[in-house]
């Protein structure tokens, strides 16, 4: 049974560009959840996915937008980048039927902005 | 964006003595939750918590969640080398039903 896999695994843009990261939730989760690590910080919330609509927003501006498809895979869109974006990006997924919040995480993307 | 206190920082311990860490917070949650994460790898989920004074094991770990809802408490006893890690708390409050809140992390190291 594999676990959540995100896609790709590195990535470098330059500042002003568009990104596009992709998660698959582990096999019978409904719910994704997308976090922003700093280096040496804890995870910040991003947004929640459940039934292909953004669920709950945490405060990150209009810049960082997602999509959950109906096989609940799901994309973090984060356009005209900036230097503070980079960071390790982690998707984790969950099942509503017991609980959304034992989130199963993936190994995430570290996006580095130049 | 608001973060947990979470602490010590980092631990240098010695193989076999038992490990306390702690997580406070000024706002009340409903639940508490730990995380272990490893380099390169996302957050594992070791401890949920639901109900203030609740105590719960998972194997050499134990957490509470506080009385005042407002802290939350991890041991791990005789660690063991690969203990290593950074033990994340996170919250979920009342008013933000969907997110989670997260202390800085502890890093835990064992001395060679």
């Known amino acids: 049974d594999a676990g959540v896999t995100q896609s790709p695994t590195h990535l470098i843009k330059t500042r002003g560009q568009q990104v596009t990261l992709r998660c698959s939730p582990k096999?019978?989760?409904?719910?994704v959840s997308w976090y922003q690590q700093a280096l040496g910080q804890g995870p910040q919330f991003i947004f929640q996915?459940?039934?292909?609509?953004?669920?709950q927003r945490g405060n990150f501006p209009d810049r960082f937008s997602g999509h959950q498809f109906p096989n609940y895979s799901s994309e973090l869109n984060v356009n005209a980048l900036l230097l503070g974006d980079s960071a390790l990006y982690l998707c984790?997924?969950?099942?509503?039927?017991?609980?959304?919040?034992?989130?199963?995480f993936g190994s995430g993307t570290q996006l580095s902005v130049l | 964006g608001q973060q947990l206190n979470q602490s010590p920082q980092s631990m240098f311990i010695q193989e076999g003595e038992d490990v306390s860490m702690n997580c406070t917070s000024s706002s009340i949650f409903n639940t508490w939750l730990w995380y272990k994460q490893e380099p390169g790898e996302g957050p594992v989920l070791l401890i949920a918590l639901y109900k203030a004074g609740e105590l719960t094991s998972n194997g050499r770990l134990t957490a509470q969640f506080g009385i005042t809802r407002k802290d939350s408490f991890l041991n791990i006893s005789a660690s063991i080398p690969s203990d290593v890690g950074i033990y994340f708390c996170a919250g979920q409050r009342g008013d933000s039903n969907y997110q989670l809140i997260w202390g800085a992390g502890t890093k835990l190291i064992i001395k060679p």
């Open positions: 984790a997924s969950s099942w509503a039927g017991t609980g959304w919040e034992k989130l199963f």
């Open positions: 096999s019978g989760h409904d719910t």
């Open positions: 996915y459940y039934e292909e609509e953004e669920r």
